[in-house]
């Protein structure tokens, strides 16, 4: 029962135009979503979160948006680097950010091409 | 520096031949937790732990233990290994719960024979 999806395993872009990538989730208890970013050889490293009292977070580059209805954020990337490249995963918290548990997608490798 | 330490980094076992994988913070951090990353799944919580003394199961938590005795340390314990452990392991930590930005060590390649 995979309570948090990435459906697309991969996603190439080319350097400056935007990244778009996506994450559902099945559990509307999830009140907190946090994205990471992955490299090789690498422990991930935290990108940018959303509360479920927001549609939208912003921070430089990235910014996440977050459809309750839908049950479905998505992070952009604007403009993309070739430095982006990396794999992405979305992450899931319930009862605000103070709980212990957290449900990872199954990730999506980001190429952003010269 | 602040830091999330893992050791051993990587390690080839036995079935059956119990092993410790150690995690360490100076973050000062009240939480702790450990993934499990694997192609196609994603990473999967093993346990947590919100402070010292206090540990709860993730959604992967059997063949697992862990212990919380000081703040700092949080040790992932495989007791009897098996194949279907082999993984790449993370250790985690955070100021106060999983919602909060968790800073992740680098990781431990465990294969199991």
């Known amino acids: 029962d995979q309570q948090v999806k990435q459906n697309s395993p991969s996603l190439s872009v080319q350097e400056g135009r935007i990244s778009i990538l996506n994450c559902d989730y099945t559990?509307?208890?999830?009140?907190?979503f946090l994205w990471y970013k992955k490299y090789p050889a690498e422990g991930p490293t935290f990108l940018i979160s959303?509360?479920?009292?927001?549609d939208k977070n912003e921070d430089g580059r990235f910014t996440v948006f977050l459809n309750k209805s839908a049950k479905h954020l998505s992070l952009h990337i604007v403009p993309s680097q070739p430095g982006d490249s990396a794999v992405y995963f979305c992450?899931?918290?319930?009862?605000?950010?103070?709980?212990?548990?957290?449900?990872f997608g199954q990730g999506t490798i980001l190429t952003v091409h010269p | 520096e602040a830091q999330v330490t893992q050791n051993p980094r990587y390690l080839i076992t036995v079935t059956g031949k119990k092993l410790t994988v150690t995690c360490s913070q100076n973050?000062?951090?009240?939480?702790m937790s450990w993934y499990r990353q694997d192609p196609g799944l994603g990473l999967r919580q093993i346990y947590y732990?919100?402070?010292?003394?206090?540990?709860d199961k993730g959604d992967v938590p059997e063949g697992y233990k862990v212990s919380r005795k000081e703040k700092r340390n949080f040790p992932l314990i495989l007791e009897s290994p098996s194949p279907n452990q082999t993984s790449l392991y993370f250790c985690?930590?955070?100021?106060?719960?999983?919602?909060?930005?968790?800073?992740f060590g680098p990781g431990t390649r465990l294969t199991v024979l």
């Open positions: 973050m000062n951090h009240e939480y």
């Open positions: 985690a930590s955070s100021p106060q719960g999983a919602g909060n930005e968790q800073f």
């Open positions: 732990s919100m402070n010292v003394e206090v540990t």
């Open positions: 992450a899931a918290s319930a009862y605000g950010t103070s709980y212990g548990k957290l449900t």
């Open positions: 559990n509307s208890m999830f009140d907190y």
């Open positions: 959303i509360s479920s009292i927001k």
